[in-house]
């Protein structure tokens, strides 16, 4: 079965600051990987997701993540941390194949921006 | 295009009251499940359904019953409320496309069962 872990429970970084989150999965296979964003009281936000080629993705609001096999890790980073950026953040791991599409989630990592 | 919509947003439940969580998509996509958020334990797969008809047990489906009667709905029945099932409740929907799996997530439903 597929899972997986997010070591930090909450990051606190100063804004223009780097960040980065850390993800390990565990599947048997090639996974399909998503890191989303959740504010408070809202919804999820996809903000990358890695299928196949390029190791290194780039997504929206200036994150990226990088694709490690050797390490079965998905890290999310961003170079310069904005105020608006403090949210919870989930990776998440689907099975690849026609028909399933189930994730499993990480626990999350909270992110405090502080000025 | 609406993308998944959820309904209710927020509900209170007494114990052992049952009520129906519902979730509409239109963008044709064959895929629908749901999941619950609870803190400090991300999203957890409740139940799922490959297209009309079909439908099967997630992680966590014990007191949650669904059904799949179009390819638009997926409602999600909690048959008799305990407070367990307070939870952050979330609809998706997805295909498979040349880029792999895109999930759509409605906005949540937030319910307390009292």
């Known amino acids: 079965a597929q899972s997986v872990t997010q070591p930090d429970i909450h990051i606190t970084v100063s804004e223009g600051a780097s960040l980065e989150l850390r993800c390990n999965y565990s599947?048997?296979?090639?996974?399909?990987l998503f890191w989303y964003v959740q504010s408070p009281g809202q919804g999820l936000q996809l903000l990358l997701k890695?299928?196949?080629?390029?190791?290194l993705v780039q997504g929206i609001k200036g994150f990226e993540a990088e694709f490690k096999r050797s390490q079965s890790s998905f890290n999310l980073r961003k170079p310069s941390v904005h105020w608006s950026d403090a949210a919870e953040y989930f990776c998440a791991v689907a099975s690849v194949g026609w028909g399933d599409y189930k994730l499993s989630f990480g626990a999350g990592t909270t992110v405090t921006v502080r000025a | 295009n609406a993308g998944v919509t959820q309904t209710p947003k927020f509900q209170v439940l007494k114990t052992g009251q049952s009520m129906t969580l519902q979730c509409a998509q239109d963008?044709?996509?064959?895929?629908m499940s749901w999941y619950r958020q609870d803190p400090g334990m991300g999203l957890r797969l409740i139940h799922y359904?490959?297209?009309?008809?079909?439908?099967d047990q997630g992680e966590v489906p014990n007191g949650y019953n669904v059904s799949r009667s179009t390819t638009e709905d997926f409602p999600l029945r909690l048959l008799s409320a305990a407070p367990s099932q307070t939870s952050v409740y979330f609809c998706?929907?997805?295909?498979?496309?040349?880029?792999?799996?895109?999930?759509?997530f409605g906005e949540g439903s937030w319910l307390t069962v009292v």
């Open positions: 998706a929907s997805s295909f498979q496309g040349n880029s792999g799996n895109t999930i759509y």
């Open positions: 890695y299928f196949s080629g390029d190791t």
């Open positions: 963008m044709n996509h064959e895929y």
């Open positions: 599947y048997g296979a090639t996974p399909y």
């Open positions: 359904s490959v297209g009309a008809g079909i439908t």
